[in-house]
């Protein structure tokens, strides 16, 4: 179908302006080709029949990018609406928001545009405060149904905002909110810990013993000594796979900053305090660690990470159980995503790892850390640090391969994080949504970029890196497909697994590999 005739030249011209690829969308390609050519399209002009497509398929990546109007209701949406999908030719595209209005069309109600095109977006902002509040005071909610008393929404859609927006329940989300004010108590004070369950909002010591171990691997009281201690030992659930955190930890054999060694892993990380040495020893049921120097709690959630204790594993067998697709799983019930050691290496990595292969991704990153790491001891560095590589220039790195493309986003990456641009400590505490717009505004980060640094820095767990050949290789081989699904099938054959998606990813980048022993 064509595009639809305004009426006047301005509106001829905000058309073709829409065709356009936006400059400040061109800078923020992912440099996968599929999600580049079919999520910005900047080398693409945006037809009435692609704009209609996106519509149909939700696709908030083109929210901003266009609106919709429909002629039948007399209202525009943004492109990710969920309202009923109109026909297509009671549909009319506009550039603005503004453009839509002067048509005689009003907001919709449902998704919001006006909020959305002056950054605003009040429901997301109304969950945030509440997750906020619980982290604060999360003794003054006894449980999940006072922060569905507290929210003003109702329990399904309250659920459905946690999921979207959080990757989570309200309950999961006031545990860790408990867990964390624990652990601040237990560093901070010498609070008995019965007390400190109770501040925490705990019901009980031992539903407090209970939950404290099993996402941490060791006792309140053993986390508290953490304090004076450069060694602890970490529980690990029954049925972990070891095989496949050794599989992880050792995939780069050439590694600067981490080294696997029969049963002893060694890497070096950046803590407050400076570079520093962290060394586990690797056992069926337990893992010794020993920090160098610096602060052994935050070698605690390093570690914690690394092994992915406090994820729900088990949670995505079930799903995978209930759908028919336990094959996804078999082996690997308790398979766990391994987190990077900072959000900075994951940052790195991300844009290091961009539309290359892995072995040569590997050498780009070994020979970035040569450059800019800090050296431990013979073959180990801890990785760079953001003044490290911001201190650079693009002619720095096209000897070591890097082109200069890649050189520049990671240097000016490093440089807005250097300069206060972009708050990497901020972003743990943020909505996925949230840190998704907050990544997705960097140059150099695309879609595909973002969701591997939710998933793999960051522990959402409701993440797909669209445009990912593990992913789509993957799907083809459990659904015995005859090719690899495009990104709009990705999308919608991966939804199945919400709220799991993360873990449907990991579990499908292992699909075509052996069991590990």
Same mark, same amino acid.
């Given at each position: 179908m064509p595009a639809p005739d305004f009426p006047g030249a301005r509106e001829r011209a905000d058309l073709r302006a829409i065709n356009e690829p936006a400059p400040s969308q061109l800078h923020r390609k992912n440099p996968d080709d599929a999600v580049k050519t079919l999520c910005y399209l900047a080398p693409m002009r945006m037809t009435h029949a692609t704009m209609y497509d996106r519509v149909l398929a939700s696709d908030a990546a083109f929210n901003g990018r266009f609106f919709f109007g429909v002629i039948s209701t007399g209202i525009y949406c943004l492109p990710a609406c969920k309202a009923r999908k109109p026909k297509p030719e009671n549909v009319r595209?506009?550039? +603005?928001?503004?453009?839509a209005r002067a048509t005689g069309l009003r907001a919709c109600k449902k998704c919001?545009?006006?909020d959305f095109a002056r950054g605003a977006d009040p429901v997301l902002e109304s969950v945030e405060a509440l997750v906020a509040e619980i982290r604060a005071t999360p003794a003054a909610f006894p449980d999940a149904r006072a922060i569905i008393r507290r929210s003003g929404f109702g329990a399904t859609r309250l659920f459905e905002l946690f999921r979207q927006h959080y990757h989570t329940t309200p309950a999961d989300l006031l545990l860790r909110a408990r867990l964390a004010s624990a652990k601040t108590h237990l560093l901070a004070s010498n609070l008995p810990l019965a007390q400190v369950a109770g501040e925490a909002g705990f019901e009980s010591l031992s539903v407090f013993h209970e939950q404290f171990r099993s996402r941490n691997g060791l006792t309140p009281a053993a986390y508290s000594d953490l304090r004076s201690a450069s060694r602890f030992t970490l529980n690990l659930p029954r049925g972990y796979l070891l095989g496949y955190l050794r599989r992880a930890l050792g995939r780069d054999s050439h590694s600067l900053t981490e080294r696997l060694i029969s049963d002893v892993y060694t890497c070096g990380v950046q803590l407050s305090s400076g570079p520093a040495r962290l060394t586990l020893g690797l056992a069926p049921h337990a893992i010794e660690v020993t920090l160098s120097s610096g602060r052994a709690a935050e070698a605690h959630a390093i570690t914690v990470g690394l092994l992915g204790l406090d994820q729900d594993a088990a949670a995505f067998a079930r799903l995978s159980r209930k759908l028919g697709l336990a094959r996804l799983t078999t082996g690997r019930t308790e398979l766990r995503i391994t987190q990077t050691a900072s959000i900075f290496d994951g940052l790195l990595w991300a844009i290091i790892g961009q539309q290359i292969n892995l072995p040569f991704a590997f050498l780009l990153?070994?020979?970035?850390?040569?450059? +800019?790491?800090t050296p431990l001891s013979e073959n180990l560095y801890a990785p760079p +640090?953001?003044?490290a590589v911001a201190a650079l220039?693009?002619?720095d790195l096209l000897p070591l391969q890097f082109s200069r493309q890649k050189a520049d986003y990671v240097i000016q990456t490093s440089r807005l994080i250097t300069e206060g641009k972009l708050d990497l400590a901020a972003l743990p505490a943020m909505s996925a949504t949230r840190a998704e717009r907050t990544l997705l505004a960097v140059r150099g980060l695309g879609p595909w970029s973002v969701n591997y640094l939710l998933m793999r820095a960051l522990g959402f767990s409701d993440c797909v890196p669209l445009g990912d050949t593990g992913v789509t290789n993957g799907l083809k081989a459990l659904l015995r497909l005859e090719?690899?699904?495009?990104?709009?099938a990705t999308k919608r054959l991966m939804s199945?697994?919400?709220p799991y998606r993360s873990f449907a990813t990991a579990h499908l980048w292992q699909l075509p590999q052996p069991i590990p022993a």
């Open positions: 595209f506009f550039p +603005t928001c503004e453009a919001h545009p006006d990153k070994r020979r970035l850390i040569e450059r +800019t790491g +640090t953001p003044a220039a693009p002619a090719e690899r699904p495009d990104l709009d199945v697994f919400s």
